[in-house]
């Protein structure tokens, strides 16, 4: 548990964060929604800033006055207990509020809360309340990568992002398989350190003997599986991947193209030729699931990742697991509005481990449960094959 | 493992049963298809039938003479290995062949089998095919009620199927909490009996102490769930569960139907006054869940259920668990087509476990992995609640 | 205006050529609905026997027994303001009430009126009605050859209908240009015989010099628009009508089929080669329309059919005309239900001309306004080049 | 026909008043795509500058060095024989080219054009490319205020796009009724002032006796409509309009909001109260229709509206008629891809005649024919009874 000093830190870290990582950008770059499960960057930055002013601000600075009464709920999101919500789809149809108000906004709410922090003991409570609204807002901050680059990478015209951003670091060590011994295994998070409480209720469970390699798939490696016509091959998949494959003419991951007879992939730093050592990225969850079929392995569970990550180095992808985000056992979902952060997505999406290039250093922890719905490829994923 | 005599046996029962069922319908209630995930009972009928000329009598049977080459390829199914399939959605569009061809078929492709049966003796392969054969069949039985039940209860003039049929047994005993030590419990099918590829690889999983009710949830308590707004709570409900119950408008379980002030439900009976101390049935995984968690309590999982059942009674409702449908550890699926049976099916679908009224009774085992997507409600489906 | 003797020997007619044309059907085919604008053939039975019920029966027999009064309504059609409706869209959805309980209806209502036009003597409004309601069931006589011919060319089994319905009519005389000279016309319905009221109001039109083919468009003629690249070619198209093309992915008139190198069309009388001289059919406006742009011409209007019509034979094929589907000047419709008939559907729909090989031979008359949406196609349609 | 110092004053006010237009936005405004048939702002300064790069620059300027070759292809537009198209729905995706980029394009093509008719002269043939490229550009200045109007009025934030725009002007004058007696009539352009292809061929048409209204319809009368439940009969509209206002839940015209008891409209100078007494506009052609009809009267054809149009006053709103869209006899497109312009629109579409108060003034013409689809309404139409 962190102190008011050390939240206040945090915070304004985290606030500096996401205005860097949106430095890059032009005003318009901030405004579209090419797909319904992207995020215009503009409203990522109102976002988070809005859960300050509604979660801190209006219940624990006295007298707040807010920013703006009639525009911020414009922000709210997912959190359907709390007030009227625009819907999601609708958000790349507003041009305004605009993306200097939203730096209003945002300039307003950060000062507030500073003022608040050095001005006031906050409660265990709040400094909690805090906590959350930080890693709320890395989140976000790893959303913006993926929508950036879908936004950027779908343009006909392939603009840059810039030219730092390291998308690709290659694991340069021999292939090796790990080998973890049948046993009963305690999962979950134990620590005081910050967790989500889908991580939360330390339980033991029984799993069989297992081995789980110590590097990711390679692009090379899923070329491989292209060359050999594994999207052709029904038996490789899930019925309901087969269909997805099919009906949306998949052929390679997100953000392949191949130009002539190379294959390229774009990147945050433009569209380049692809990196062969590189670790696999952007495929589903079916795609990950018919690679490893094709290998005559399988992907590892979320309890199996979790007991062996000690013996390898994860972070730069989320990893797919064969796993199905559900409860873990004695799991309460918190009070009111953050009760329903995690919970109420425990259905139908898949669990994956790790982090990726695209995550806050201080937002990775080897308990933590993220999950997508099995077809979604804009996140930085990959996989690791097991058996 | 069956032998030869028992096999036959099997298949004639079964063979008999499934016309049995379709004895009570009119011509025309073989062909309808309401809703994509029914099918026509005159399918059930065909697709049974092309399973064993398919898979017994072109592969073991001397000199076998197709009844008809031009047609069967209609009733073939998800088994996409297998040649050109007929368009799921279509089903319903298709008058011919006739239901007189069908019962045709039927009797030829029984007598040959019943030919091959008595006048050769079969390899292990040979009868282990004509064992899945029958159970498949077995499978469709119960599907047919269903489909018939969709097909009658969703016509304006709600006719009947028959007066006999006992879709509401009354489990007419004092409710209580079985309680269950945490433990390392074993998991899968141990005998030789049939079992589906999916339930095989016994396996150890520690479970946590639990408590299981002795009793399925019934009407009456569901009709609380209604009354106190539990469709209109959104704290209750997961994400894509609230947006399902509100893009359908769904504020009952089906066939529930509000007349004047009192509820009725439609049964294969007819329409009859809602049966209060009736298990609840016909209701979605998302229901099971909202209504568990305005319970302040929870489904158990398919383990859990596994290890509790020999506390309970249980075989009138297909009874949903939090369980998602996943492999079990070395899970291996069979070869060709008779592999696409189940793996394939391994994501987004929630396991159900023991039986239904429509369920033939030698096909009814407590390690049977039944599975159906969360939104689903034609089965006879139902819910028991854990803590 | 027919006398009460006149009307007596149409309806009987007309009652039994409906069954007769159902005659050659097994009661499957009675019963599916392969798309939303074919209706399944008893829906057209029980339909045009509603009709007679509720306008006459009801109205004009003293203490009318109604059949089955929970039932009738199923029958009600686009008549929005005559009671429920059951969803178009649903029809094929529902096995009851069964085939047989449709002739029990037909036979009892048809007895019923007969009844009454033997004890009774009508007012001239209520023969009006029943005039109206003979010629509305012809129509849906011409509705239920084209649904039969879906239902059975899209089966792919492709069953013959019977051996005797004569499709395809050839027209063999010489091809020539009529020509008609600039003046002003007179158009509309001038007798005392039957009409619908979108014919009425005979008025004065003004047309310019214009030639007309006194010959249909022929098979042979259109496999040269296709061998020509008619249909990758998009300057001839409609922009609507290019969207239609490549969504529908469309390269030939509906039920023509290429097998191996030869083309074939299916045919009430089964599948046959294609007929080269016999006039082409089965096309979407947007295809005439094409067809005719290819040829450097173009499609007649109405006006200009309905003045040059004395010059040419006419009636195996509906012919799409360049004209919009409006209402005559000082158009009225009809008060009532019955109001409703045709004024609602003049709004983007095309007039076709003439009649078809399954037009009732005394529902023809040049003054006949048909009209269907621009891409439908499962009419007996056609096309006669203007220049 | 303009000679060339007037094309190129012409030219000089055209690409002036598209930007002064645009002086309004922020730049997000320029980037959003609420609803499929509008589009960002800056696509259409961007295509109306693709336009005459590529129809002048390219055919007319010797050694034209495009201004990016990889770029102006975006701006393409529903010209499909001009090389590769963006899908007009993804408009709304493309962050870029940003909206400086496209200022600078525009002043780069306005530049290259003006030394080009400062330098050159100019063909009869080119000169007329001009003048459609201005016409053309005049008529997305039309478009712009339109989606403009829907982006803002779209905003729950109603931003007002200036205090100046003349939205409603009032007509304050008797209405009366104007009678037209029957007679031949000539319609079409006449003069050698510029037209669009599909006003040309002057020809006779025969028109029986009308009247029509010297004024438009106001909000006030439109408002007694709505009060008389016209939304709600059924009788009055169209099936297909009746549908559109069921599945759309239409109750009024577009952006009218009722806030508390009172009826407000948005308009470009922002959100206020309802003026009774103005034009009312933003309907369907189905609302017109179904207004008429409620009236007992009906909407001029286009004929009707071009020969009375002398006899009242006309230019603050495009007029619904009741005429489809449709080639006036002897209609010829022109060649290549100018000749797209027009014909390929010939269907299911309406005509309006007359002009709006967002048409550029000299783009008005009594001759002119705009059309649109019978459900669209955000452009500033209106309607004007006849009988």
Redesign the interface.
Known sequence: MLNQQEITQLFKETRTDSELICSFL??????????EYVSPP?WHLGHTTWFFEEFILKKYAEDHQLFDE??AY?FNS?Y??VGEK?IRT?R????????EWIYDFRRYVTDKILELLETQELSAEALGVMEIGCHHEKQHQELLYYDIKY??G????F?KYNDQFRENPIEDFPKKWIEIPED?YEIGHKTNDFSYDNELGV????L?D?KISNKLVTNAEFLEFIEDGGYEK??L??????DWVNQNNIRSPLYWHKIGQSWHQYTLNGLVPLIGEAPVTHIS??EA?AFAQWKGM?LPTEQEWEIAQKYFEWGSRWEWT???Y??Y??YQKADGAL??YNG?????Q?VLRGASVATSRDHQRYTYRNFFH?PLRWHFNGLRLAQ
């Open positions: 032009k005003t318009e770059d901030y405004v579209v929604q090419p797909v503009k009639h525009t414009v997912y359907e207990s625009v609708d790349g149809n507003l041009s305004r509020p605009s993306v936004i950027l779908n343009n006909p015209l603009p009963v339980h033991k469970v029984y069989q297992y029904v038996l998949w899930h019925a309901e991947g087969w969850y079916y699931f399988r064969e796993s199905a559900s409860p056992p004695n009760g329903e109420k997505f425990m259905v139908n898949k099995a």
